[in-house]
T-cell receptor
């Protein structure tokens, strides 16, 4: 079945440094890739997404890149701040032609920004 | 707009007991999902629905049943709870793309 692998599982960076989280997906027909941030005890919340017809998308300090050939996509956070500390999840949505919107999530990355 | 709400927020069950988790959304979304979240395993899809009256199995459906009798509600049932079902359960809903998550239900089975 569909699978999304996410690395690393934990990541510690100094405040002001950059953080990169990588995901690989198995279904080559996947065409939509959202990223979620989950703070402790809270619900996952969408922070950025990318569609398969776009190679990169940026929103202030966060950016996502997509390599469809290699079937991987990455989240980049620049100038990290303590409030960026959270668990981040990637997800992939299988093909629209399947008639469903079934999201498969990665296992999460716990990011810790050290002050 | 309340968005996506879940009832209850916390529950403790004994092995073998049954319960129903309720998810409600007021955004007129067609698609609804139930996920469970366990440490180190991310969010795993239990069941989902693409419209009123329809349901489908996700990655980990065993031990759970669902119903979508009304568009705004998606119920998750545990007929005979097991300790392996101790988890945080998240409901989500979506239109064409982005799932919006509810606040979660923390379930402990002893």
């Amino acid at each position: 079945g569909e699978n999304v692998e996410q690395h690393p599982s934990t990541l510690s960076v100094q405040e002001g440094d950059s953080a990169v989280i990588k995901c690989t997906y198995s279904d080559s027909a996947s065409n939509y890739f959202p990223w979620y941030k989950q703070e402790l005890g809270k619900r996952p919340q969408l922070i950025i997404d990318i569609r398969s017809n776009v190679g990169e998308k940026k929103d202030q300090r966060i950016a996502v890149t997509l390599n469809k050939t290699a079937k991987h996509f990455s989240l980049h956070i620049t100038e990290t701040q303590p409030e960026d500390s959270a668990v981040y999840f990637c997800a992939a949505s299988p093909s629209l032609t399947s008639g469903t919107y079934k999201y498969i999530f990665g296992t999460g990355t716990r990011l810790k920004v050290l002050a | 707009n309340a968005g996506v709400t879940q009832t209850p927020k916390f529950r403790v069950l004994k092995t073998g007991q049954s319960m129903t988790l309720l998810c409600a959304q007021d955004m007129n979304h067609e698609y609804m999902y139930w996920y469970r979240q366990d440490p180190g395993m991310g969010l795993r899809l239990i069941h989902y629905s693409v419209g009123e009256g329809t349901t489908a199995k996700g990655e980990v459906p065993d031990g759970y049943n669902v119903s979508r009798l009304k568009k705004q509600n998606f119920l998750l049932g545990l007929e005979s709870a097991a300790p392996s079902q101790t988890s945080v359960y998240f409901c989500a809903s979506s239109t064409d793309r982005v799932p919006y998550f509810g606040p979660g239900t923390r379930l402990t089975v002893t």
